[in-house]
């Protein structure tokens, strides 16, 4: 899914039953991949794992993805 001009991400399944699980909107994950607070790559994996904080107050939003070319696949 293309996103916006900074982000293009596709979100699996089980990223969409999260996000609908715990009503967290995509544009929440779009900021936090755009301006992530911190950042990791999980060297057994090759994931890249964005953390930033939530619109809803002290809540932080943990996203892991891999990247294909310029998507991110969460």
Same mark, same amino acid.
């Given at each position: 899914?293309?996103?916006?001009?900074?982000?293009?991400?596709?979100? %699996?399944?089980?990223?969409?039953? &999260?996000? +609908?699980?715990?009503?967290?909107?995509?544009?929440?994950? *779009?900021?936090?991949?755009?301006?992530?607070?911190?950042?990791?790559?999980?060297?057994?994996?090759?994931? %890249?794992?964005?953390?930033?904080? &939530?619109? +809803?107050?002290?809540?932080?939003?943990?996203?892991?993805? *891999?990247?294909?070319?310029?998507?991110?696949?969460?």
């Amino acid at each position: 899914m293309k996103r916006s001009d900074r982000t293009s991400f596709e979100l %699996t399944e089980h990223a969409k039953n &999260r996000l +609908k699980e715990r009503v967290i909107d995509e544009k929440e994950v *779009e900021e936090i991949l755009n301006n992530p607070v911190m950042t990791y790559l999980d060297i057994l994996t090759g994931y %890249t794992v964005c953390i930033g904080p &939530r619109t +809803k107050p002290g809540h932080w939003l943990i996203i892991i993805y *891999e990247k294909h070319n310029q998507l991110k696949r969460l």
